[in-house]
């Protein structure tokens, strides 16, 4: 390991400057966050620095445990090397060194709970495919040298510190809970499970919501549904809107709070490119209650006679994207509503698993546009699973 450390710093070098002038060429921009530049630049310069030592990591065995210090000792050189900053990033926007938790990630991949699931039909090596960003892999397979033969390629997004661990964590708590009761509670458990730190405040009040753009999280037909959407939780939530921007949306609360009793107040809808989503401060104890609420009308909708998948498939996303919209914890909503609780769904109702090119989607994307974007991530799956290719045919003809 000491020979590998000798290599890392030129190596890492070399792989940074080829990593910020790819991403110069718009080969990935505004894909690649400089954070994650950073992080894919230590990934590939560790595995050079590796393989430079004759020591040859292979997806189908285990990574050696001293690579995790390795990738650490790679992200504590970028603070001190000056050149790694030429392309503009400041020295604080580089990722802190955390623990990669490597054997945690492979011990995940392999102990998922597939027996009643398409996981099953995943190899091991390819189940993180389930918790990235597949247009960012693709393209970083595509576009960076050597990146595809990269074991440590599902760490790109681990920036974060834990991401991919919390996301397979998250998928072997939803995957072994097929059988149990789906209620709010659950669904708060998919949540804490994917969770690459630990949640605080969940009991308290706060203030929530995110940004809509037009062409990338929300649509035409998108933005009418949230809008409506927003109407009508309004009457349960009276500070909930969707207005043009943040500061429309904390004026609206502002009007609302100085209101007369039974006067009406109205938020500034949006008409343009950029729509914020936001609500009041809710206590956890509030939104679990409407969780719970949009949860019995899932299991009303499913519980007529004579469902086709097709409207089967309508009820699953129209769940998940209510859940999205409502917004009911301070982050990782996406992910829980996005990717696990989505196929928790489908698998509960005999479909394959999906891969969403962006879980955003059910932000601000109408509820036919998010079908279709499902179905399409059937067709993402497969080339990693063997089963379910003639049920997601069967459905996409529907």
Partial sequence: MDQVKALLNRELIDTFDASTKINAEKKV?????????V?????????KALRG???????HEPIPEEVGDLVCSALSETWKNPGLHANGLEQGELPEPAEMRLKDVEELQRCIDTSKSPFANIAPEHRWRMCLDPV???LLEKHVGGARENPLLPLVLDSEGGYLHGLLNGWHVSMKSLDRNLDAKLIAEFHQAC??????GMNQCYMGGFDLFLGDNMTVAGRLELLEFARELRKVIPGFAVTSSKEKFQEFNRLLERAEPGSEVLPEEPSNEKAALGHPFISFGTMFSHMDRFVAHYHNSMQ???LDDQQRLEN???LCQKLERLHPFRDGNCRTFGILLLNHLLVRNGMPLTMLND???LDGWSRSEVMDEVKSGWARVMPYSMGNRERGKNIQRS
């Avoid at 921009?29 to 530049?37: E, I, K, Q, R, S």
């Avoid at 969770?195 to 605080?200: E, G, I, K, L, Y």
Wanted: hydrophobic fraction near 45%.
């Fill in 29 to 37: 921009a505004g894909y690649v966050a400089p954070d994650n530049l």
């Fill in 39 to 47: 992080m894919l630049a230590v990934l590939q310069a560790a595995h």
């Fill in 53 to 59: 030592a004759g020591v040859h990591l292979s997806s």
């Fill in 136 to 138: 960012l892999v693709d």
């Fill in 195 to 200: 969770r690459s730190r630990s949640v605080r």
């Fill in 304 to 306: 007529q006679h004579g």
């Fill in 316 to 318: 699953i996303v129209d």
């Fill in 359 to 361: 879980p955003n989607i």
